[in-house]
């Protein structure tokens, strides 16, 4: 059953990507991807042994359309999915599909209206202005020194508080205007939450706004995630905890980057939460249940830098650290982590590279490591670890 899943779910992308590129002389359809495998290594101090893998790195393939329909005004298209490069299977990036999900575009599906004048108006399945996914996720995603790249430890979303991809999501992003963008996204019902009731669905609201000045960029952003309640969810839904009432989850971004020099980027980024599900590498649903009214207090914060030594080799470090809390009926029970990451980087040329990239992450009350190991029996949760990636990247 899954195997013909993912045979009719390949051959209907096929037959969409050979369709618009015949479509080719009315609008602009461009079709590009990333393929990028490594070797994983992972040494979690609660586990004896070391972990060795190959591992798929994000890859995906995707398709942009374009058609001007005046000299003011286009219309646009985004459609991306994943694949493991690993295995070749598509991947399912969805965010908690419901049970049986055939979603094809997990990555993003937007039909999206632009002029020059007022700015670009996206329907469909997308990341907030305030995430880190493309194509309107400035908020988080331009404060990563590694893009997103390499694993939850390296990437920014792992330690802050990354907003959901969403379905039935509208998005406005302003023409930039003296050096100021903004933006503001609304999800009419995340992923697998399309109830005939709003107030049974999760919902989700995100704004955005940047401000660039020569080699100064700032961003600040902030998302509530509003969280539905219905006393008989679908038996389908990803959502376990819609049957609780649960308070709603906020969170609050200010960054900035500083091009030092042609070869040295600095970055900064601070965050607040409050009653966030997860972040930090500590999730509240698994650790204490889905039926948990509160979500976790706290502030992340980062430090990082880019430096090019040479036209083809880029190095990449940064620090991040949260502190947070999360409250119950009886306590108030607080952890602290903190990831250190480094890359090297190797061009081949512009869209190919090979890369070694190393973290080390430490965690103190709920994520200490004994902590954890007795409250799930495994190591499967501990944040205390160092991870290496081993790899190559080919972009077209």
Not at 113 to 134: D, H, N, Q, Y
Not at 246 to 265: C, H, M, P, W
Request: hydrophobic share 35%.
């Amino acid at each position: 059953m899954h195997s013909t899943t993912r045979i009719t779910r390949t051959a209907l992308f096929l037959a969409i990507a050979g369709a618009l590129a015949s479509a080719a002389q009315a609008a602009d359809v461009q079709l590009y991807g990333r393929v990028e495998t490594a070797l994983f290594f992972q040494k979690v101090e609660s586990e004896d042994n070391a972990k060795l893998q190959m591992e798929n790195g994000a890859s995906r393939i995707g398709l942009t359309i374009n058609e001007a329909l005046t000299d003011d005004l286009s219309m646009r298209g985004y459609l991306e999915t994943g694949f493991g490069s690993d295995d070749g299977t598509l991947s399912n990036t969805s965010g908690g599909a419901p049970t049986g999900s055939t979603m094809l575009f997990d990555r993003r599906a937007i039909l999206a209206v632009k002029s020059k004048t007022w700015g670009e108006l996206g329907f469909g399945r997308m990341g907030t202005v305030r995430s880190t996914m493309a194509p309107y996720g400035w908020g988080l995603g331009s404060l990563d020194p590694f893009e997103t790249a390499y694993s939850v430890d390296c990437s920014i979303s792992g330690m802050f508080g990354n907003d959901a991809r969403g379905n039935n999501s509208i998005t406005w992003m302003s023409p930039k205007a003296a050096g100021f963008q903004g933006g503001i996204t609304y999800s009419l019902a995340t992923t697998g939450q399309e109830a005939d009731e709003t107030g049974k669905n999760n919902r989700q609201l995100a704004l955005m706004l940047s401000y660039t000045n020569g080699p100064l960029m700032i961003v600040t952003g902030a998302t509530e995630q509003r969280f539905g309640y219905d006393e008989n969810p679908s038996a389908t839904d990803p959502d376990k905890g819609k049957k609780y009432d649960r308070e709603n989850a906020r969170a609050y971004t200010l960054g900035a980057t500083y091009q030092l020099t042609d070869s040295v980027k600095l970055f900064a980024a601070y965050q607040y939460h409050d009653d966030w599900r997860m972040v930090g590498g500590w999730n509240v649903d698994r650790w204490y249940g889905s039926a948990a009214r509160h979500g976790i207090d706290g502030s992340t914060y980062l430090l990082g830098a880019q430096f090019w030594p040479t036209a083809s080799i880029r190095l990449i470090g940064d620090v991040i650290y949260f502190d947070g809390s999360h409250k119950t009926e009886d306590e108030k029970i607080t952890a602290e982590r903190t990831v250190v990451n480094g890359a090297f980087e190797y061009y081949f040329s512009k869209t190919a590279k090979a890369y070694v990239a190393l973290s080390y992450s430490t965690g103190s009350g709920a994520l200490d490591s004994d902590r954890t190991f007795a409250h799930f029996g495994s190591s499967a949760n501990d944040v205390n670890r160092w991870t290496g990636h081993i790899g190559l990247q080919k972009r077209f």
